[in-house]
């Protein structure tokens, strides 16, 4: 009866939360792991970590869940509505051009979305500022920034063929470099994913805010 008792209290239902959490994370990054010795012992058809290889597959689906995501929060949160759609068209952008390689002209694909995201920007500007903050002032901000900064920044500058050329020297091997740029991206998408699996957490409490 104590120990019940014990874990109804707040301070422990959090420890309890953040334990369990820690644990599905952590499996998270045990399972990146194992994706990437999947694909360093199977070479497919456009090599090791190629476009078909399943770190290259996970990417695109991780970025298709962060679209419906961002849509599926627009419609819960109204005051988040804008600035959820337009992040939920720019993922569907990044979607799009992760198939750049069967798609030889996926910009053509990409650009009725890009104008629509322009038309949200200029449209409704304040109400996506309105929306940003209200984002912002979640926890979930700061883990959604890590995780977009190590993909769309972290990973382009880390995967320049100009670096492993000089890290390597004469022995340059295309394969590495494309382990490395393809490992981080892929990290960066799973944190983001992660940062939206907090936000659903709070979701509730958000929206009960708000109204208040």
């Keep these: 009866m104590l120990f019940n008792f014990a874990f109804m209290e707040p301070r422990y239902k959090n420890v309890l939360f953040f334990v369990f959490r820690f644990c599905i994370y952590f499996a998270a990054m045990v399972a990146l792991n194992l994706v990437f010795m999947y694909d360093a012992s199977h070479e497919t058809a456009t090599a090791k970590f190629g476009e078909i290889s399943m770190t290259e597959t996970i990417q695109p689906i991780i970025l298709l869940i962060l679209t419906f995501c961002f849509i599926w929060f627009g419609r819960k949160v109204k005051s988040m509505a804008f600035f959820s759609y337009l992040a939920s068209l720019f993922f569907f952008m990044s979607f ?3 198939f750049n390689e069967y798609l030889e002209h996926w910009f053509y694909f990409v650009l009725p979305f890009f104008i629509a ?3 949200l920007l200029i ?5 996506i500022i309105d929306g940003l903050g209200i984002f912002i002032g979640t926890t979930s901000s700061s883990i959604f920034l890590i ?9 382009r500058f880390f995967g ?5 050329k000089t890290l390597m020297e004469g022995g340059y091997m295309r394969m ?20 939206m699996i907090e936000l659903l957490v709070v979701i509730p409490r958000l929206i009960e805010k708000l109204e208040n």
């Design 176 to 195: 590495v470099k494309a382990t490395a740029e393809e490992g981080t991206e892929l990290l960066g998408y799973t944190i983001m994913l992660i940062a």
């Design 123 to 127: 449209r409704y500007f304040k109400k």
């Design 147 to 155: 995780g977009f900064l190590i993909t769309y920044v972290f990973s």
């Design 117 to 119: 995201s322009m038309y």
């Design 96 to 98: 799009i051009r992760e």
């Design 160 to 164: 320049r063929a100009t670096f492993w």
